[in-house]
């Protein structure tokens, strides 16, 4: 069985930053993309970022690139996002997904889910 668990979230201020870590167990995941979405109050859910499993490629949104680094540790099976000069706008309940997908930036591809961490940025 396919577990997720999201840690790292919290409250933070404007400009600081934070990392969430998404410990992925259950099987082995060499073909599949690990991403992050978040969700706000009222809002849909929306891609963050993506890393494929093996090979070293990275999408991002256009609203946190340069902003937030998404990596991986193969050996702890654990994907992070690195979340840096955060902003207002960035809080949100955020969730890591793991699927074998064609389209990294929709959610329904995704076949597993964390149960999310809270974000939330003060002004």
């Known amino acids: 069985q396919v577990q997720l668990v999201e840690s790292g979230g919290g409250l933070v201020q404007a400009g600081g930053s934070l990392r969430l870590s998404c410990a992925a167990s259950?099987?082995?995941?060499?073909?599949?993309?690990m991403g992050w979405f978040r969700q706000a109050p009222g809002k849909e859910r929306e891609f963050v970022a993506a890393i494929r499993w093996s090979g070293s490629t990275t999408w991002y949104a256009d609203s946190v690139k340069g902003r937030f680094t998404i990596s991986r540790d193969n050996s702890k099976n654990t994907v992070y996002l690195q979340m840096n000069s955060l902003k207002p706008e960035d809080t949100a309940v955020y969730y890591c997904?793991?699927?074998?997908?064609?389209?990294?930036?929709?959610?329904?591809?995704?076949?597993?889910w964390g149960e999310g961490t809270q974000v939330t940025v003060s002004s």
């Open positions: 259950g099987r082995t995941f060499s073909n599949y993309y």
């Open positions: 997904a793991v699927g074998v997908v064609t389209n990294i930036r929709r959610s329904r591809e995704y076949d597993y």
